[in-house]
């Protein structure tokens, strides 16, 4: 593992590597709920939405390299709150994944502290995530770069 992380925006030439950090996150997240399961084109799916991302004025998608390998993604974009609200709008992060060998190295809290640079160039003040919560290391990873929950998103499988 090389020393030097460097944190880049990322290119097209980027989106089939990021892909398969997805999917390793994704078969993670499908063994500790089957809802994550991955459809048969979800990776061709996946690559459309972040190439939009990577093409927006409005979001901003980050790579973390370890020299020319890529072991990690955030995707930042600017959304709306409802208008009746004095805030308008947030950074919504809604994907992030670093790859299991480089866990625990500081790469994820790199690409929130780009993600928080982003967003003050912007004017956005807030960002938010949202996680599995059957997934207790991110769960303390987000305590852990200063998140703290203020919404619970509940379900009902009928």
């Not at 994944?97 to 928080?116: D, P, S």
């Amino acid at each position: 593992m090389t020393k030097e992380i460097t944190i880049l925006k990322a290119t097209t030439k980027d989106v089939p590597a990021i892909v398969e950090l997805w999917k390793e996150l994704m078969d993670y997240h499908k063994k500790l709920d089957p809802l994550f399961t991955r459809s048969t084109s979800g990776h061709k799916r996946f690559a459309e939405f972040l190439i939009h991302h990577i093409n927006s004025n409005d979001s901003r998608v980050f790579v973390a390299m370890d020299g020319k390998n890529p072991v990690g993604y955030c995707l930042i974009k600017i959304s709306d709150y409802p208008p009746v609200l004095e805030k308008q709008q947030y950074g919504e992060l809604s994907n992030m994944a670093v790859t299991k060998k480089y866990r625990r190295c500081g790469i994820g809290k790199r690409l929130i502290k780009k993600v928080c640079q982003w967003c003050a160039k912007r004017g956005i003040s807030r960002i938010e995530a949202r996680y599995s919560t059957a997934n207790q290391p991110t769960a303390e990873f987000w305590a852990k770069v200063g998140f703290r929950p203020y919404l619970e998103t509940t379900f009902l499988e009928v």
